[in-house]
């Protein structure tokens, strides 16, 4: 599915898409908040074994994070992105690294890309876990990290993933911060978005 890079290929074995979908109860004018996550499980070519040079792992992410915006444009739907984040599970065979190797700047890019940009740093989290484990991937305004109420996040949980050899890579998305935020700060929509801070 992945185009070779530096003699290695990324074999996505499943897709998982999330969708939480909440109503602002208390202001019924408002947007609801749509939490989107997009998760690919694919073959840990690392499994088993220490390897000191993982950049072949980084180079054949970038085509794994050009696919994954597709599938995010397509399970997000009419809305725009306003914050993001990334996370990862290396099954219990790999390294915590090779999740950090599958989430650098090389992998995240195409999904900037796909989601309008972004000038603000990814959120991320990895961790090495048997299958089923839940994680919390944290979000935060893709153009302003100094965005109070975009602090946020989503839960996902992997049903039978990852597997021994196998990484978990997951891109998580929101249209707009939290419901009910009240901790003042910046506003999204007083954002310069130049330094990804204010």
């Known amino acids: ?40 499980v694919v073959e840990n070519p690392y499994a088993g074994r220490h390897v000191e040079d993982l950049r072949p792992m980084i180079a054949a992410s970038e085509e794994l994070g050009r696919e994954m915006g597709k599938v995010l444009l397509e399970t997000l739907g009419p809305y725009k992105v306003q914050s993001y984040g990334k996370a990862g599970i290396a099954g219990l065979a790999g390294e915590q690294e090779h999740a950090n190797a599958l989430l650098t700047t090389t992998f995240a890019n195409p999904l900037r890309d796909a989601v309008g940009g972004g000038k603000a740093w990814i959120s991320s989290f990895t961790k090495r876990a048997a299958p089923g484990t839940l994680i919390d991937v944290p979000l935060a305004s893709k153009d302003a990290l100094y965005v109070r109420s975009h602090y946020d996040g989503m839960t996902v949980t992997l049903p039978d993933a990852p597997w021994p050899d196998e990484v978990a890579v997951i891109f998580c998305v929101a249209n707009r911060g939290r419901i009910g935020a009240r901790v003042g700060g910046l506003k999204f929509e007083d954002i310069k978005g130049e330094d990804g801070l204010v």
């Open 1 to 40: 599915m992945t185009r070779r890079e530096n003699g290695m290929k990324l074999l996505v074995r499943r897709w998982f898409n999330f969708v939480e979908h909440q109503v602002d109860h208390g202001n019924p004018q408002a947007a609801p908040l749509r939490k989107v996550a997009v998760a690919a």
